[in-house]
Structures are given as structure tokens and as C-alpha cells.
């Protein structure tokens, strides 16, 4: 699927703008505190013309021949762009949890790292990660490495998503 790049885009945003669209595809997850499994995932880029896109996730788990068992993640925020391919990134989460993250992005290829995290009384516990997103031959894949539960920073959950 041909991609252009929106009229409207904020200079700012060069950096990123190969993320815009929908994005859909499979991925997997894993952590020490938790069984192995397969997911389902859907990505929304959106912007406006301003220094800043809308970002919303949702995942639902599947079976082992890819078929919906339950929903899953959700999360929403912002990817602000700042100049020389800085962002800033502001994610909520539906499990109790707001990220602030930072980093660089260049060449088809944005790298976060986590510099904030609240969470709610109800949360489990979450202290930081860090997100690398990546077009490689027109697919967007990425990688989230987590620390929680009492775990250091490790791979938690990677996947491979095709433009919608």
C-alpha cells in the first residue's frame, strides 16, 4: 500500500510520519511472571498539523491459530515532536498506569525510554521501559522491554504489524 505524506504535516514531524495510518498484525509476549503467549494488535496514528500525533493501541490475546480468545492491552496518548527528532511521548494505560517517555527518532526507526510512571493504588507494579519501533521492508515491528514485578529491564513483548 502506497503511504504520502499529509500536506499538513508539522516540519517537526518529518521524523515520524512514516508511522501515520493504521497498523495491524501479530505479535508475542513473554515475562518471567507470566505464561508465554500470542496476540493480535491494531495501531492508530493520527495527526492534525500540529507538532504531535494521537496514538491509540488495543490487543487482544489468540489462540495458537490466530483466532480472537479475549481482548487485552489498551493504551492512548501522544507523541509530541520536538526539533532535531526528539519526541516526547505521554501513554495511559486501562490498567491503572501514565507513562512520560523520551528519545529519537531517525530513518525509520523511533527509540523511547521511560522517564516517568504513576500508577493507581489498584496497578500492579510497573517502573520503566524502553520502545524501539522500526520500518523494516514497509512493516512497522517493534520491541517493549519492561521492568515490573520486582523483574529488571527485559523483553517483554515484540511484534510485526502491517500498514491497514
Not at 28 to 46: A, C, K, S, V
Not at 142 to 160: E, K, N, S, V
Request: glycine share 10%; hydrophobic share 40%; net charge negative.
Amino acid at each position: 500500500m502506497a503511504f504520502e505524506i499529509p500536506e499538513n504535516l508539522h516540519p517537526d514531524c518529518g521524523p515520524i510520519a512514516w508511522l501515520l495510518g493504521t497498523w495491524r498484525g501479530n505479535g508475542h509476549g513473554d515475562y518471567p511472571t507470566i505464561e508465554p503467549f500470542q496476540y493480535g494488535q491494531e495501531l492508530i496514528f493520527q495527526q492534525d498539523g500540529r507538532p504531535f500525533f494521537h496514538y491509540l493501541a488495543r490487543s487482544w490475546i489468540v489462540d495458537e491459530e490466530g483466532n480472537k480468545v479475549r481482548d487485552a492491552a489498551q493504551e492512548t496518548g501522544f507523541i509530541r515532536a520536538r526539533p532535531e527528532g526528539k519526541v516526547e511521548v505521554l501513554l495511559t494505560h486501562m490498567t491503572g498506569f501514565v507513562e512520560i517517555w523520551y528519545g529519537d527518532a531517525a530513518s525509520g526507526k523511533l527509540e523511547i525510554v521511560t522517564d516517568a510512571v504513576a500508577r493507581t493504588d489498584s496497578a500492579k507494579e510497573y517502573v520503566g521501559g524502553k520502545r524501539l519501533y522500526g520500518n523494516v521492508e514497509g512493516d512497522l515491528l517493534y520491541a517493549f522491554d519492561m521492568a515490573a514485578m520486582g523483574q529488571p529491564l527485559q523483553p517483554h513483548l515484540w511484534a510485526r504489524l502491517r500498514r491497514a
